[in-house]
């Protein structure tokens, strides 16, 4: 995996994936939005208002998929040292909290008709509150120091401590009596969902999920575009004034030298 983490092999490789991953999400995302929209059917119970599940629970997905990647990344960043993982890991936390934030919004637009009330102290709620709160600690946690890298260790720390969460959010429903309604597709005796809506379901979780690898991709690519953009600054910074003092320097030792020739 290292040598995937040399700067100019990601630039290189991503440079040459992106028009295919965003070719590809594009397609997923008119399919899968056409499919949601027009193509599946109408609930028997919930009318059309069960159109916000296609938005809905792709997000929720993501906000937790992105959580374990950005974890995944912090304990790279801390044990293997790995060069891109904290870009990676802090590229990460704002797509999963946007995610995140979406579930909770689509959430209330789907439990107020459905439940009577926009919200409630529900036990999947809940953990999805708090993971949205993890996010935005971690985001302010990263950027809180002067040094970078206490910022990056202090991070880290705070997303692996965090990814506990991770489960709560998926079995709530199990270990709790919630009013959230039971997992339909991740079951162990096969989705529960009829074919009709769970094909346009899986096609925009896909389609959120090359969503995430395309801005994943773009702010990684950016911020090593900064880091030596501030490296070539950095070093014509030094070049002046290694050139300044040289010109100093040589221009002290002439004056030396025509005052010792007067003499």
């Given at each position: 995996m290292h040598?995937?983490?040399?700067?100019?092999v990601f630039l290189k490789?991503?440079?040459a994936m992106m028009p295919w991953m965003v070719a590809l999400t594009v397609i997923l995302t008119v399919v899968g939005l056409y499919l949601a929209l027009i193509g599946s059917p109408v609930d028997y119970q919930q009318g059309n208002t069960v159109r916000i599940m296609y938005i809905h629970v792709p997000a929720a997905w993501m906000g937790l998929f992105c959580y374990v990647g950005m974890a995944l990344c912090g304990a790279m960043s801390l044990i293997w040292k790995h060069p891109l993982a904290d870009i990676c890991a802090r590229a990460t936390a704002p797509v999963g909290a946007t995610f995140t934030a979406l579930t909770l919004i689509t959430g209330s637009l789907w439990g107020e008709p459905m439940w009577g009330?926009?919200?409630?102290?529900?036990?999947?709620?809940?953990?999805?509150?708090?993971?949205?709160?993890?996010?935005?600690?971690?985001?302010?946690?990263?950027n809180a120091f002067d040094d970078p890298e206490r910022g990056s260790k202090a991070g880290s720390a705070l997303a692996?401590?965090?990814?506990?969460?991770v489960?709560?959010?998926?079995?709530?429903?199990?270990?709790?009596?919630t009013l959230h309604q039971p997992a339909s597709v991740a079951r162990m005796d096969g989705p529960s969902i009829d074919p009709s809506m769970l094909a346009p379901l899986l096609i925009m979780a896909f389609a959120f999920t090359g969503y995430y690898f395309i801005i994943l991709v773009l702010r990684v690519r950016l911020e090593l575009n900064q880091r030596r953009i501030r490296a070539l600054q950095l070093s014509g910074l030094f070049d002046e004034r290694a050139?300044?003092?040289g010109d100093d320097?040589?221009?002290?030792?002439?004056?030396?030298?025509?005052?010792?020739a007067g003499k």
């Open positions: 040598r995937f983490a040399k700067p100019s490789l991503t440079g009330t926009w919200w409630v102290w529900d036990a999947r709620l809940t953990s999805m509150l708090i993971l949205l709160f993890l996010y935005l600690g971690y985001i302010a946690l990263v692996l401590v965090g990814v506990v969460n489960p709560i959010v998926k079995f709530s429903v199990d270990w709790w009596n050139a300044a003092n320097d040589a221009l002290a030792y002439d004056q030396g030298h025509n005052a010792g």
